[in-house]
């Protein structure tokens, strides 16, 4: 995955605010903020894939296979 840079302009009371309010470095709470997006993203973008792969899987099953399959668990 390519890397990007962001240029973000950044206002000093904020910069005040998490050092002296927040007790951590704004550039640590912007990163560990867009850890928590890629992370929620990557796992959006997999579920959409075993969703899809389901999709198409449950699509090369016939209905007369899924009934077959039925009667033999219920024997």
């Known amino acids: 995955m390519a890397k990007q840079s962001v240029t973000v302009?950044?206002?000093p009371e904020l910069?005040?605010?998490?050092?002296?309010?927040?007790h951590i470095p704004?550039?640590?709470?912007?990163?560990?903020?867009?850890?928590?997006?890629?992370q929620r993203l990557?796992?959006?973008?997999?579920?959409?894939?075993?969703?899809r792969e389901?999709?198409?899987?449950?699509?090369l099953v016939s209905e007369a296979d899924l009934s077959y399959w039925d009667q033999l668990s219920d024997a």
Request: charged share 35%; glycine share 8%; aromatic share 4%.
């Open 26 to 38: 704004l550039g640590e709470a912007v990163n560990e903020a867009l850890r928590g997006l890629q």
């Open 54 to 59: 389901l999709a198409e899987g449950e699509a």
């Open 15 to 22: 910069v005040r605010w998490f050092r002296e309010e927040a």
């Open 9 to 11: 302009r950044v206002e």
């Open 42 to 51: 990557l796992s959006e973008q997999l579920q959409q894939r075993i969703d």
